[in-house]
């Protein structure tokens, strides 16, 4: 393990954009293209500590051969590309590091196809996931992927992006059947089928799912639907304890339950949640839950967690059964991350996102509170424990450069526990500028270098967001 | 759609085994080193109907270091290596179409280790689904993927297999975690890890399963277990028509009824069936389905299937609930290649494998029926309905040429007509040699060229199971 913080601050080096390349943009791209610094500098940031200058330019892509466009020219130039969405990347994915412009695909916001009958359906990359909602509402499916923050599924693919409702329907790499992308050449290329599986060949679907935008821009996505489910519940459960509420999700996995939610939020995230949303939850170590099926199957189910929480101390269930109520409680989680930061005015926050195998999940946690609580600093606590995934949000003030030494001191030290009980650095944020180093920890050089030689193959200029994931 | 069959026949293109090579692997392996004609008949051939001359000589590697080492002086000397397992594949995989070695891992058959708590389990490559189950049945977890051949988990993950229960536990893709892999230098890494997500850089993982020996030797793989099913029941439904039978299973599909299994037989192949068994179905279109789930589930599950079976003219269930008679029926479903191979003694079977979004099914399948039907050509018809997945095995007579041409005219028609659906030319078999035209067809040269460049990156000497999936 590497704990040399060399990764702390993102390296700067902005390659030069060619006034020729900016003249030729804008004559390609006319009002969609602009220089502005308010529009550039929105367009260099994202939820991440970091900053970097911002990009030269913005091309807000209305169609794939808009970016096909201006990729063809970037190349011609040597000049990077950053493929920008909503903004809502934790790692820094969307700083131009290395200078470039941004393709901005929030434009290209069509729904193109639901298949109903085949549970899919295929939008365009700027599409976000409650528009994908919205759209095939009339047809009794849903698109359950959900990150907290309403990202476009461009970016939640670019990510791997996961969320809540991991545990039962799995994350974007088991959901993404098919993409549109633009090569580094500017090329346009499909991958995979509306087919539910295929042997046929390598799977670059699922390459390009995660690759953070450095293999090429994804131009549609095609992606899988579910049912409905015919009952829903969602329940509240407080326990004495983090750990007792871990060792009760640990039960519930390891049974077999297919939950479909299991949040863990601690007894300060709580009061900072509460605080913020008006709510009067019980200000302890509680277990968000969500159950899906049949009206008997959920039953079941509810039944046998409440059998399991209870041998563990948890409280009796606080039912949530109407859309309103389950609306108002999964806002109050997702919103767990704008509570932390307002209760320290001014401050910003590093997010942890480690994820381990379920049997180790009680032993990584406690020891990283313990550790948190004894630096002092400030932190909400958030987690996807079904699956092993939970964050740490470290709020530091961006002025006292000791506090992101700590914050980044007990990252460090998570991530490198997580590696020893075999996890991972990133559940679900991805690489991006902070993780490099993780990176290699956690996969060895042998296979950093693979993914380097398939970086080297695909984009031979290293112009598709260069420096993100790794460094040539 | 390019019709023309210029894969008919594997290109055969054997390099050249120096005797110097040939030295120093008698020299590093002894006893784990043959050059008799019989072994290396043996590894130099598959299921697939092709036939090319053998490999020059067989590795029998007993560790990741047995394979690092053949691979290093295989590359030495820029000579071919193949990676066997227990020669299952369907496509070719195995033949030595440009000389080589051959690199048996039948014996690397340790199951390293049991994640009981964690639902997972690591094994040497050449492990069989059948001893993953054995080991882990105390456990009262099991592992679901079932290609009907008792495979290795090395050979499974290279094609990307999968079978009758992925509806419901899905394929090779999605249940692979980690691997273990000897790149085509010689060098050993590892990729992904045992946490359930993981957003850590390319996914090494998903490009290397289904790579079909093309990127690296695989040597180590961790896979997901689920604990085994409270209940259990199969069923038989018989049909008035092939489109009843399918009609049904859309539906089934469509509805979300989480079912385990449900598979095709047509009239013909339950004769074929009931004759090399010795069983007595009623030979109709049959449907062969699993629910699994507790108790309460399995009945719901049942009864909802059987109102839409109903429906659609299906006759009453006939349930199989004991171990026994389940595993009589799956043995008789697994066993129809064979059954169908003895149905015209000395032929040889090409095997179709395209795979469709669910509600093309009746479209693709049916129009393919009657074109089979027209042309004389014996066949039998089995799918695993519930993916869009189907397989005709069109029996031939080896020294019939005019045989052969017709069953190759039914397949490219066959996968042309799936990929006009939005299909796949191959759910689960692979490539291999056979289907190199149909995958530039499928995915467009743009998407072959992306995998052409991945293997010219990671393979430079084109060592690694060259001349399958693409030829360079």
Chains 1, 2 share one sequence.
Request: proline content about 5%.
């Amino acid at each position: 393990m590497n704990t040399q913080a060399s990764h702390l601050v993102p390296v700067i080096q902005p390659r030069e954009v060619p006034a020729a390349l900016m003249d030729a943009l804008k004559n390609r791209f006319s009002e969609q293209y602009s220089t502005a610094l308010v529009v550039r500098e929105q367009h260099g940031r994202d939820e991440s500590s970091f900053e970097a200058p911002p990009p030269a330019a913005v091309v807000f892509a209305q169609s794939t051969q808009d970016v096909a466009d201006a990729v063809k020219l970037a190349s011609q130039f040597n000049v990077p590309v950053i493929p920008f969405g909503v903004g809502t990347s934790l790692e820094g994915h969307l700083l131009a590091v290395q200078g470039g412009i941004s393709i901005d695909v929030s434009r290209m916001n069509q729904v193109l196809s639901i298949n109903a009958e085949d549970l899919t359906v295929t939008v365009q990359a700027g599409v976000t996931r409650k528009q994908v909602n919205e759209a095939v509402k009339s047809t009794g499916l849903f698109f359950p992927i959900d990150p907290g923050a309403d990202a476009t599924l461009g970016g939640m693919s670019a990510t791997r992006a996961s969320g809540t409702n991991a545990v039962r329907y799995g994350t974007m790499r088991e959901n993404v059947l098919a993409l549109e992308v633009v090569t580094a050449s500017g090329e346009v290329i499909r991958t995979g089928t509306r087919a539910k599986k295929s042997s046929a060949g390598y799977d670059l679907t699922r390459l390009l799912v995660g690759s953070e935008g450095t293999l090429g821009v994804i131009t549609e996505v095609t992606v899988k639907l579910y049912p409905l489910p015919e009952a829903i519940s969602a329940a509240i459960c407080s326990f004495p304890s983090i750990e007792a509420a871990v060792r009760s999700t640990i039960q519930i996995i390891q049974l077999g339950i297919p939950i479909a939610r299991v949040e863990l939020i601690d007894g300060k995230t709580v009061r900072m949640v509460n605080a913020y949303a008006k709510l009067g939850l019980r200000e302890e170590p509680l277990l968000l839950m969500e159950f899906h099926g049949s009206p008997a199957s959920v039953k079941e189910q509810a039944e046998s967690v409440q059998e399991i929480a209870t041998e563990f101390g948890g409280n009796a269930f606080e039912w949530a059964t109407t859309p309103e109520e389950r609306t108002r409680l999964w806002t109050a989680r997702h919103n767990a991350y704008f509570a932390a930061i307002q209760s320290k005015p001014g401050c910003r926050a590093i997010s942890t996102d480690t994820c381990v195998p379920i049997s180790r999940l009680a032993d990584c946690l406690l020891d990283s509170v313990a550790e948190a609580d004894a630096s002092g600093i400030p932190y909400f606590l958030v987690g996807h424990v079904g699956d092993g995934n939970f964050h740490f949000g470290y709020l530091l003030d961006p002025s006292k450069p000791e506090e992101r030494e700590i914050a980044e001191k007990l990252n460090h030290s998570l991530v490198a526990r997580a590696l020893r009980l075999e996890g991972t650095c990133t559940g679900e944020h991805g690489v991006g500028l902070h993780k490099m180093d993780f990176l290699v920890s956690e996969t060895g050089n042998g296979a950093v270098d693979m993914m380097r030689s398939i970086k080297r193959a695909l984009d031979p200029k290293n112009i598709m967001n260069p420096g993100k994931i790794f460094t040539l």
